[in-house]
């Protein structure tokens, strides 16, 4: 297969029979493209990553354009194919025979033009390519282009005003102080993206709906608790950390956003393309509204990393907190607050839509991760456990930090699946959800 995907592709293959699902791993890197079926969706998708690294602004913003090329995407096909779902912003009116295939191409085309005008002559270059490999008649191919462009100015338009354009600083004020966060070595960079915080989500509206209460105070003993295993497993050397939870924290090293969002779209790859693009649609969607939610909340609160609260140890009022000037991480510290651990939030988000869509959240699981390891796992659990784990190991976060995001994910994902793109039904066959529409943070915090 020849395609231009611009980083490493988690292939995963699914069989589901009863409670059995199996997932296996494999990374693919190529150059330029010709994709069909389902396929296409992906590469379309993995272009916006390469647009970005382009221009270059920061991959987080790019994921919210990604996302919403998804969602036109899944509009234009849902369109064409008269999918019994209903749709991200329009389901336009398309004549008998279009090209799901054009109008997929196209919705993204669209999308891709508007969110990256500087690159066209890129973008028309790679539209040209894969409008031509659209295996239909000149008339059908006409057809489709018609329902993608439709699609995709609506869900441009559903967007206008999300905030996804923002400078990047909007919402930082520097802080000082114990427990408050403030940029860390090596780069003592400025914050990442704390516009995020404000951009409207996909499904819902707030982007506060899933907010946490505060962190721990630093007198607690859940913070004595968590700043003593991170002082000891989490520093770079004369750790107690061993070899095998060293290798687990370079193994989920890599950005959540990025793994995540392979993920999905290689599920995907296995489906027919309709339930692809909604599969598609909704996964990449609970990775977006999952980084929404733990920026939120980040910027909320803004607590510090362990690199600098365990440097200052002396400062924080706790008894049980001794002050380490020199500590340092095993894996650098991402330039952003604590609070709550992103990629518990994210791979939680994810692996809710996962046990929402197939029903089930124990198969067995061959994940791909950093430098093309391969992890087995039996349960989301384990996952949740292994990814959680990896980042107090890495010294990057507290333990409870990586809980609370857990849970955060959970419901972002859990919500996001159950209203985005829901299936039509009609009044009397309708299901309401049971405490959908009123989710709201909860954490038990027993230590």
Same mark, same amino acid.
């Given at each position: ?5 611009f980083?490493?592709?988690?292939i995963?293959?699914?069989i ?32 916006f990553t ?8 920061n ?23 008269d999918g ?5 912003? $329009? ?13 997929? %191409? ?16 890129? %973008?028309?270059s790679?539209y040209n ?36 354009n ?8 520097p ?23 404000f ?10 709906r899933?907010?946490?209460?505060a ?9 004595a ?5 991170v ?13 095998e ?7 989920? $090293? ?6 995540? $969002?392979a ?17 598609e ?28 609260? %365990? ?52 198969f067995?699981l061959?994940?791909k ?14 996952i ?5 784990n ?36 009609s ?15 909860e ?5």
């Amino acid at each position: 297969m020849k395609g231009t995907l611009f980083f490493s592709i988690l292939i995963v293959v699914l069989i589901t029979s009863g409670l059995n699902v199996q997932l296996t791993a494999q990374t693919q890197v190529t150059p330029v493209s010709v994709f069909t079926g389902p396929a296409l969706l992906g590469d379309w998708g993995n272009r916006f990553t390469a647009l970005g690294a382009s221009v270059p602004e920061n991959p987080l913003r790019t994921q919210v354009r990604t996302t919403i090329a998804q969602m036109a995407m899944f509009d234009a096909l849902n369109a064409v194919l008269d999918g019994p779902y209903r749709p991200f912003a $329009s389901k336009p009116a398309s004549a008998p025979g279009a090209s799901p295939e054009a109008a997929a %191409i196209h919705a993204a085309y669209i999308v891709a033009r508007n969110e990256f005008p500087t690159k066209t002559a890129a %973008i028309d270059s790679a539209y040209n390519t894969s409008i031509a490999s659209v295996p239909a008649s000149p008339g059908a191919i006409a057809d489709g282009i018609m329902v993608g462009e439709a699609a995709a100015n609506a869900v441009l338009a559903s967007r206008v005003g999300d905030h996804r354009n923002d400078p990047e600083l909007e919402g930082y004020a520097p802080g000082r102080g114990p427990g408050v966060w403030i940029p860390t070595p090596p780069a003592f960079a400025n914050p990442q993206t704390p516009f995020l915080q404000f951009v409207t989500p996909f499904g819902y509206d707030n982007p506060a709906r899933f907010r946490p209460h505060a962190p721990p105070a630093l007198d607690s003993r859940t913070y004595a608790l968590d700043y003593n295993e991170v002082k000891d497993v989490g520093r770079v050397t004369e750790t107690s950390r061993t070899a095998e939870q060293s290798a687990t924290a370079l193994f989920w $090293s890599p950005s959540a956003s990025a793994l995540w $969002s392979a993920n999905v779209r290689s599920l995907a790859n296995s489906m027919d393309l309709l339930t692809a693009a909604r599969f598609e649609a909704i996964g990449i969607a609970a990775v977006t509204n999952g980084l929404i939610a733990c920026w939120d909340a980040k910027y909320a609160y803004m607590f510090w990393r362990p690199v600098t609260a %365990i440097r200052a140890g002396d400062t924080d009022g706790n008894s049980e907190t001794e002050q380490d000037p020199g500590w340092t991480p095993f894996i650098v510290t991402p330039s952003h607050p604590e609070y709550p651990a992103a990629h518990s939030t994210v791979g939680a988000s994810v692996l809710r839509f996962y046990t929402v869509w197939f029903g089930t959240d124990q198969f067995p699981l061959a994940f791909k991760g950093n430098g093309g390891a391969v992890r087995n796992y039996t349960s989301v659990e384990e996952i949740h456990a292994d990814e959680g784990n990896a980042r107090v190991w890495g010294g990057m976060h507290w333990r409870n930090s990586t809980e609370v995001g857990t849970a955060v994910g959970r419901k972002v994902g859990k919500f996001t699946a159950k209203h985005l793109l829901r299936p039509i039904r009609s009044e009397h066959d309708r299901e309401r959800d049971d405490d959908d529409s009123r989710d709201s943070w909860e954490h038990n915090d027993k230590r």
